[in-house]
C-alpha cells in the first residue's frame, strides 16, 4: 500500500538544529512536499524535492533520496516561531496525494 | 493571505443537519482540494477537482459531495451531520495539478453538536 511515516513529535532547543525524517512507499514518485502548519491555521508549503539532493533555502533545506524512499527537512537556528507541525506529502505516478500525519515540533527555550 | 478565501469561518450545527462550505481558489488556480482536520489530526485528503471536474478522490464520505463551479470556485455539502464530522475543514488550490505547491485557505471550524 501507499504510505508516508513521521515521528508523531519532536523537541528541540532554541538556537539548535533539527532534522525530522519522512519515509514514504507509493506506486511511483512524483516529488514530495513540506509544509508547515501552527496551531489552528492553514498549513503553509515550505519546500517541493523531485530529484535527489538538498535544496537550502534560508535556515530550512530539505534532502531526498528517492533510491531509499526517505526526505529530511532540517531546521537551523530554531526559533520559538519554528514551533508548529511539519507535514511530509508524497505524490505517486498517478500524482495522487498521500499525507503524512505530521511531526509536531515543540521548540524549549 | 495566500489568496484562497473560505466561508464561513465558524460553523455551529446540529446532528442530522446539512451544511455547504464554500471556497474561492487563487486567481488563475485550475485545481481545488478539500481536506478535513479534526482535532491534534492529520490532513485528510477527501476530494481534488481540475477545471470543472473531479481529479482525485480520497476519504470522501458518501454524506459528503462537491463540486466546482464555472467560475472555479467550489462547495462542500456535508449532510446527516454527526458528532464525529466536527473538524477544520480545509480549501487549498493550485495552478494545475497535485505536483505544484497548494495554497490553503483559514479553513472553516465546523462544530457539530
Known amino acids: 500500500g501507499q504510505n508516508i511515516d513521521q515521528p508523531t513529535e519532536m523537541t528541540a532547543t532554541e538556537g539548535a538544529i533539527v532534522q525530522i525524517n519522512c519515509t514514504y512507499q507509493t506506486s511511483g514518485f512524483n516529488g514530495l512536499f513540506w509544509y508547515q502548519q501552527h496551531a489552528g491555521e492553514a498549513p503553509t508549503f515550505l519546500s517541493y524535492?523531485?530529484l535527489d539532493g538538498l535544496e537550502e533555502k534560508g535556515r530550512f533545506s530539505s534532502f531526498l533520496s528517492r533510491s531509499k524512499g526517505y526526505s529530511y527537512l532540517l531546521l537551523k537556528e530554531l526559533q520559538m516561531k519554528d514551533s508548529a507541525s511539519y507535514l511530509c506529502c508524497g505524490t505517486d505516478s498517478n500524482y495522487q496525494l498521500i499525507w503524512g500525519a505530521g511531526t509536531k515540533l515543540i521548540i524549549k527555550p | 493571505d495566500s489568496g484562497v478565501t473560505q466561508t464561513p469561518k465558524h460553523l455551529i450545527t446540529a446532528t442530522g443537519q446539512r451544511v455547504t462550505l464554500r471556497c474561492s481558489p487563487r486567481s488563475g488556480d485550475l485545481s481545488v482540494y478539500w481536506y478535513q482536520q479534526s482535532l491534534d489530526q492529520g490532513l485528510q485528503f477527501l476530494i481534488q477537482?481540475?477545471?470543472?471536474?473531479?481529479?482525485a478522490k480520497g476519504n470522501i464520505l458518501e454524506r459528503f459531495s462537491a463540486q466546482q463551479f464555472p467560475d472555479l470556485h467550489s462547495e462542500l455539502n456535508l449532510s446527516s451531520l454527526e458528532l464525529g464530522d466536527s473538524a477544520l475543514y480545509f480549501c487549498a488550490s493550485s495552478l494545475q495539478g497535485s505536483q505544484e505547491t497548494q495554497y490553503f485557505g483559514p479553513g472553516t471550524r465546523l462544530l457539530v453538536l
Open positions: 524535492n523531485v
Open positions: 477537482y481540475y477545471n470543472g471536474e473531479e481529479r
